[in-house]
């Protein structure tokens, strides 16, 4: 990409984690920074929230590598190999979400764990009714491990009435640790906005909050968007009415017209698709939908603007007849979806 810059918003990410304290006051948080901070850059954000939260919390241990060792990180669970334990780097936790993994600990590592219980994704973890028999093999073949956590994931918040009943599968197999091990945790960003969800997971003292940080959800509930993406006009080309613009002749200009290219495309997903059902019907409905349905993706100040004959690989070409050239283009990407290496820009105002 030439010219696209991601800028992000540290104070709307602070608004966001002091609503997730202010919803669960008490409650630990954990800040999930997994998948390069959900696209917004690893480094970056996790600098930002290392002295703003109780632990952060990736999914993989080349993860944890990259951030500063002066906070304790848990990686979730799913599993972690063998040697994974052997790294040297006391703010790490691992989690355990499989019995036959306590052997592999080398037994003279001191470790902090947190342990997985499944309670219906049956994807991983370590069945509620093992947790004792689990938590007992810690203690008794490798007592120089600490068990520090107890978690589950609550995988459908959407719906509110399975939810709470996982949260009573996991509420069983963990009260009798509530003092003993110090951090029980179930609420995900989803799970800390719903009242009825979070009320139920009051015997817990911690959450893990991704998405609401980043503002990817509770948008209704006062959260806020984090990120915006910039993109310059690297070009200008003046274009005659009955000219083609770009690939394939696809676009025939109807009248004098400034035709502004931007260095992005198709790898930053603009103007990707993967329709392969190519009939005339198809066609024409999808002609139909996109006239009046138009919804743009690029704006300048002054609202949306069209998108010329059709984004490839590394360009798009816009209408700039009327603009600034000068003015950059917010372009509606996800940082999910978008590469990773899109230079970010951290915005932080006292
Ligand atoms: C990703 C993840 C989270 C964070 O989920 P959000 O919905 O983004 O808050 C919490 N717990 C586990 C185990 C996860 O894998």
């Not at 990773?340 to 105002?349: G, M, T, V």
């Amino acid at each position: 990409m030439k010219g696209l810059t991601c800028e992000i918003s540290l104070n709307n990410v602070e608004h966001n984690l002091n609503l997730v304290k202010k919803f669960n006051d008490e409650k630990k948080v954990i800040g999930v920074i997994k998948a390069n901070a959900y696209g917004l850059g690893l480094e970056g954000i996790s600098d930002f929230l290392k002295d703003k939260v109780d632990y952060l919390a990736v999914a993989e241990l080349d993860e944890a590598k990259r951030i500063s060792q002066d906070v304790e990180v848990l990686i979730l669970s799913p599993l972690i190999k063998e040697e994974d334990f052997l790294i040297d780097q006391d703010n790490i936790i691992f989690t355990i979400d499989n019995e036959e993994i306590i052997d592999k600990i080398p037994e003279d590592k001191e470790l902090k764990v947190h342990i997985y219980v499944d309670t219906g994704m049956n994807r991983m973890g370590i069945k509620p009714e093992n947790l004792d028999k689990v938590i007992n093999k810690i203690n008794v073949n490798r007592p120089q491990v600490l068990v520090h956590g107890i978690y589950t994931h609550l995988h459908n918040t959407k719906n509110v009435k399975y939810t709470l009943k996982q949260i009573s599968v996991f509420k069983k197999a963990s009260e009798k640790y509530i003092g003993k091990i110090p951090m029980i945790h179930a609420l995900n960003s989803s799970g800390t906005i719903n009242d009825e969800i979070r009320n139920a997971c009051d015997f817990t003292n911690a959450v893990r909050a991704g998405n609401i940080l980043y503002g990817y959800e509770g948008l209704d509930k006062g959260f806020k968007k984090t990120y915006n993406y910039y993109a310059e006009i690297i070009n200008v080309c003046e274009v005659k009415a009955g000219e083609h613009v770009g690939y394939s002749c696809v676009y025939k200009a109807k009248r004098n017209m400034k035709v502004g290219v931007l260095g992005i495309g198709n790898i930053e997903h603009i103007g990707f698709s993967r329709d392969i059902k190519h009939n005339i019907f198809y066609d024409l409905v999808k002609v139909i939908y996109n006239h009046v349905k138009y919804r743009p993706i690029i704006f300048s100040k002054n609202g949306g603007i069209r998108i010329v004959s059709k984004p490839n690989m590394n360009i798009t070409l816009v209408d700039a007849t009327n603009l600034d050239i000068n003015e950059k283009l917010r372009i509606e990407i996800s940082p999910i979806l978008a590469e990773s290496s899109i230079p970010k820009i951290y915005k932080y105002e006292q």
